[in-house]
């Protein structure tokens, strides 16, 4: 028996409803909401470190800020003779319109880079659909500059940095590890988390998901290759990189990760892919992942001591191997 209009316009509306709350689902766990890292027993960055907060960059304005975390001196984590800490720079994720550079991934794998003697800052910058690219970019590189003009005041290594991002922080990242010229500071190697390589790939795969376009503020295939770390020219030798990616994350497909890695290794032999079985995008501390967040967390310290010349080489690469 036909539908009465009634019958039909609920149908229309119960479905119109389902659809609604899907997109709100792809939207939402694309601009990747942090999960907690961290259990009771872990320090957090900020309880075992002196944060100074909200330094300001460029105009200071719309975000431009970061904070800044150097090694607290205590029994289980003594200072160092006074020399200047190498740094890792971290950039966060958010599908460029969101996060925040205060969030518990930071805090949880910021914690093991802090005992082992590096200061973290971690950069906020302006966000779409307000501002487009690349602006987000021109905000890391400034802040990189900043944190070059301050690295006395604040004790610094600028000759020993680690870059690190995840999701869009990723590609902010790789992208200024591999296309910035002149650069104030020397990047030893960089870490990337399911992070973001091919923007006409990412265009094409999300057609319900506004970030990549909100960040770029076109279609443009040819403004899309320009702001992708794959399609950057490697002219010179880049650094190590150092991949974490989930194999079921459905937002940024582990291929875009292995392509970027296939390109690096080719300059960079000592770059590591890691893939994180049974983990989505922002793969968090789940038991069903494997290797685990406490393992990627010592990973990513070993790598980054590996980098600056303060680890064995064959130590650091035995135990990152062993996640492959």
Not at 141 to 153: G, P, R, V
Not at 250 to 268: E, M, P, W
Not at 276 to 305: E, M, V, Y
């Amino acid at each position: 028996m036909d539908s009465t209009p009634l019958q039909k316009a609920r149908r229309i509306r119960r479905w119109a409803t389902i659809a609604l709350i899907a997109i709100f689902a792809i939207i939402f766990f694309s601009l990747n909401i942090y999960p907690s890292y961290s259990s009771g027993d872990d320090p957090k960055l900020s309880e075992i470190s002196h944060l100074t907060k909200n330094i300001p960059y460029c105009t200071g304005q719309n975000g431009q800020v970061l904070d800044l975390y150097t090694p607290s001196s205590t029994d289980d984590y003594p200072d160092d003779d006074g020399a200047p800490y190498p740094l890792v720079i971290y950039v966060h994720g958010g599908g460029w319109r969101k996060g925040d550079k205060q969030n518990t991934l930071i805090e949880y794998y910021g914690a093991e880079l802090s005992k082992e003697g590096f200061a973290i800052a971690s950069v906020n910058y302006r966000l779409a659909p307000k501002f487009r690219y690349p602006a987000q970019n021109d905000d890391v590189a400034c802040a990189i500059k900043t944190l070059a003009e301050k690295a006395d005041q604040y004790k610094l290594d600028t000759q020993n940095v680690i870059l690190f991002g995840d999701s869009a922080g990723s590609l902010l990242a790789s992208s200024y590890a591999l296309s910035a010229r002149d650069k104030p500071v020397t990047i030893r190697g960089v870490i990337s988390f399911y992070g973001t390589t091919d923007l006409v790939s990412q265009l094409k795969r999300t057609k319900h998901n506004p970030n990549a376009y909100a960040y770029l503020g076109t279609r443009d295939t040819d403004i899309a290759r320009a702001a992708s770390p794959l399609f950057q020219p490697i002219t010179n030798i880049p650094p190590p990189f150092l991949f974490f990616h989930g194999t079921k994350d459905t937002i940024v497909s582990i291929d875009q990760a292995l392509n970027l890695y296939h390109r690096i290794a080719a300059y960079r032999p000592s770059s590591r892919f890691v893939r994180i079985n049974n983990a989505p995008h922002g793969f968090g501390d789940s038991s069903n992942t494997k290797p685990s967040s406490s393992d990627i967390r010592r990973a990513l310290a070993l790598f980054a001591l590996r980098h600056i010349g303060h680890l064995n080489e064959a130590e650091a690469d035995e135990a990152i191997s062993s996640l492959q």
